[in-house]
């Protein structure tokens, strides 16, 4: 929602700005078509070239988070620290019964129960992967740390690439609507015959595609490209979380305490209270016996 707002203002502000000083929409409207043609096409063009069609589709989904926002909410951590709960727990009493839920995890009902998180399927990787290594005694801590380190670093790649791919139109924009505007002027030079009047209407439209370029580039590609990228930093913190109950849990710490290092690493605004927790887990408890 906040998206659409700011959106609203980009363009109340700017061309209410224009009107108000004077200015007239009609050399605007007029040439936007065919500079938007230029430019935008121009950009999208160069957008295919650069990248492959996964990565198209990956960008052309991200796009919504502009106006979704991060994908986990507070609810699914208070969830996923109920999830990891359950799983450690469960290990601790009896380590040959954790293989049928890390194994198939679609089938377990320890992990039906939480639909949002089973859907996530790099959230179920990691927790599954991380405890059939613990399984097949691949405890050492720092060993495990490591490789989730790495892949925490290739998934945030990966998943930043559409921010990258925004970023780089985004620069290129500003010289696209210069180009739009040199054609204009071209054209406008080959009726230099013409009375000041229509020579001052297409020089206007030929400076039309400046500032669309820089108006695309700074008021909306940019933007959009930014928040992509802070969306998927926010929805980090969600696999960090992750993260952290595991490495808590090679390190031999109780289950509580591992549950309260989640808890603590959980970002303010979406961390739960001590005592939501564990009325959650009490719950949990409560649940499974």
């Known amino acids: 929602m906040i998206g659409i707002v700011g959106i609203g203002i980009i363009f109340v502000m700017v061309f209410g700005g224009y009107i108000l000083a004077g200015g007239k929409l009609g050399i605007i409207l007029k040439s936007l078509p065919f500079e938007l043609m230029m430019i935008g096409g121009a950009a999208v063009g160069a957008f295919l070239i650069s990248n492959d069609m996964s990565s198209v589709k990956h960008t052309l989904?991200?796009?919504?988070?502009?106006?979704?926002?991060?994908?986990?909410?507070?609810?699914?951590?208070?969830?996923?620290?109920?999830?990891?709960?359950?799983?450690?727990?469960?290990?601790?009493?009896?380590?040959?019964?954790?293989?049928?839920?890390?194994?198939?995890?679609?089938?377990?009902?320890?992990?039906?129960?939480?639909?949002?998180?089973?859907?996530e399927g790099e959230?179920?990787?990691?927790?599954?992967?991380?405890?059939?290594?613990?399984?097949?005694?691949?405890?050492?801590?720092?060993?495990v740390e490591e490789v989730l380190d790495k892949r925490a670093e290739a998934n945030l790649h990966h998943a930043l690439h559409s921010s990258h791919a925004l970023q780089t139109?985004?620069?290129?924009?500003?010289?696209?609507?210069?180009?739009?505007?040199?054609?204009?002027?071209?054209?406008?030079?080959?009726?230099?015959?013409?009375?000041?009047?229509?020579?001052?209407?297409?020089?206007?439209?030929?400076?039309?595609?400046?500032?669309?370029?820089?108006?695309?580039?700074?008021?909306?590609?940019?933007?959009?490209?930014?928040?992509?990228?802070?969306?998927?930093?926010?929805?980090?913190h969600f696999y960090n979380l992750i993260r952290e109950v595991l490495i808590a849990n090679l390190h031999n710490h109780s289950t509580n305490i591992c549950i309260e290092v989640g808890r603590q690493n959980t970002p303010q605004q979406c961390r739960p209270t001590f005592a939501d927790l564990e009325d959650a887990l009490k719950a949990t408890k409560q649940e499974a016996a």
């Open 123 to 143: 959230a179920i990787g990691m927790i599954c992967d991380t405890m059939r290594s613990a399984s097949m005694n691949y405890d050492d801590p720092h060993q």
């Open 61 to 119: 989904k991200d796009v919504g988070k502009v106006f979704k926002g991060p994908k986990w909410k507070p609810e699914d951590y208070k969830d996923l620290l109920c999830l990891l709960f359950e799983l450690i727990r469960l290990v601790r009493q009896n380590p040959v019964a954790i293989e049928e839920h890390i194994e198939a995890p679609a089938e377990s009902s320890i992990f039906s129960k939480y639909p949002k998180i089973l859907s």
């Open 169 to 236: 139109m985004a620069d290129g924009l500003p010289a696209l609507g210069i180009v739009a505007a040199v054609l204009g002027v071209i054209k406008t030079m080959g009726s230099i015959d013409q009375p000041p009047e229509i020579l001052g209407k297409m020089i206007g439209g030929a400076l039309v595609g400046t500032f669309l370029g820089v108006f695309l580039a700074y008021g909306l590609v940019g933007p959009f490209a930014a928040k992509v990228k802070a969306v998927v930093e926010e929805d980090r």
